[in-house]
C-alpha cells in the first residue's frame, strides 16, 4: 500500500524558516518525480515545487522560488521541502504528491494527508 | 503561465443526475490535463488523467473528454458520494503545473 505521511508543518512568524518531511513507503520512491502541492484555507490548488527521481532535477513556483528548496533522500524513502523567509501567504497546508509515472510528468496518483504551515507573528 | 478556467463554480444536483463540468485553458494543452475529486478535509484524488484516461480503481461512471482549450469532466449517475469540489490541473506547459479554481459539486 502506498503510503506518504507529511511532518514539520506548525506556526511560524513572518521571515521564519521551517522543513517538512513527507515520509513514504509502498512503492519504489527513487523510481517517482515528487511534487508539492499547497492549499491555503478555503483556497484553490497550487503546485509549489517537484524533484526527479534522482533528485538531480528540480522545479519551483515564481512565487517560491528563491525561499523554498525540494530535495529528497532516496535511502530513507524521504521527501523534503525547505521554507525560507516564510511569508503570510505561504500559509497553507501543504501535501506532498507522487507522479503517477516513473517520468516527471506531474500527474499525481497519490498525496500525503498534508501538513499546516501558519505564517503569522 | 497556462490559466484554467472552471465552470461553473458551483453545480447543484440530485443523486442520480448527470454532472457535466468544464475546464477552459487559456492557451493549448493538448491532451495533458487532469481531473481531481476533493472531499472536506482530505487530500485530492486523482481521477482522470491526459484528458480522458481514467486513474487506477476510477468508477466508470466518471469520463473525461476534450483537447486543446476545452475539457469536459461527465458524471454519469451522480452517487451520494460524488458530491465535492472537482479541480483541473495542466502539465502540458510546466513549470508551472497549474490548477483551475475548482468546481464544487453539491447535492440539490
Known amino acids: 500500500e502506498v503510503q506518504l505521511v507529511e511532518s514539520g508543518g506548525g506556526l511560524v512568524q513572518p521571515g521564519g524558516s521551517l522543513r517538512l518531511s513527507c515520509a513514504t513507503s509502498?512503492?519504489?520512491?527513487?523510481?517517482?518525480?515528487m511534487s508539492w502541492v499547497r492549499q491555503a484555507p478555503g483556497k484553490g490548488l497550487e503546485w509549489v515545487s517537484a524533484i526527479s527521481g534522482s533528485g538531480g532535477t528540480t522545479y519551483y513556483a515564481d512565487s517560491v522560488k528563491g525561499r523554498f528548496t525540494i530535495s529528497r533522500d532516496n535511502s530513507k524513502n524521504t521527501l523534503y521541502l525547505q521554507m525560507n523567509s516564510l511569508r503570510a501567504e505561504d500559509t497553507a497546508v501543504y501535501y506532498c504528491?507522487?507522479?503517477?509515472?516513473?517520468?516527471?510528468?506531474?500527474?499525481?496518483?497519490?498525496w500525503g494527508q498534508g501538513t499546516l504551515v501558519t505564517v503569522s507573528s | 503561465e497556462i490559466v484554467l478556467t472552471q465552470s461553473p463554480a458551483t453545480l447543484s444536483l440530485s443523486p442520480g443526475e448527470r454532472a457535466t463540468l468544464s475546464c477552459r485553458a487559456s492557451q493549448s494543452v493538448s491532451s495533458y490535463l487532469a481531473w481531481y475529486q476533493q472531499k472536506p478535509g482530505q487530500a485530492p484524488r486523482l481521477l482522470i488523467y491526459d484528458a480522458s484516461n481514467r486513474a487506477t480503481g476510477i468508477p466508470a461512471r466518471f469520463s473525461g473528454s476534450g483537447s486543446a482549450t476545452d475539457f469536459t469532466l461527465t458524471i454519469s449517475s451522480l452517487e451520494p458520494e460524488d458530491f465535492a469540489v472537482y479541480y483541473c490541473?495542466?502539465?502540458?506547459?510546466?513549470?508551472?503545473?497549474?490548477f483551475g479554481q475548482g468546481t464544487r459539486l453539491e447535492i440539490k
Open positions: 509502498g512503492f519504489s520512491f527513487s523510481s517517482y518525480a
Open positions: 504528491a507522487k507522479d503517477r509515472s516513473g517520468y516527471v510528468v506531474p500527474y499525481f496518483d497519490y
Open positions: 490541473q495542466q502539465r502540458s506547459n510546466w513549470p508551472p503545473v497549474t
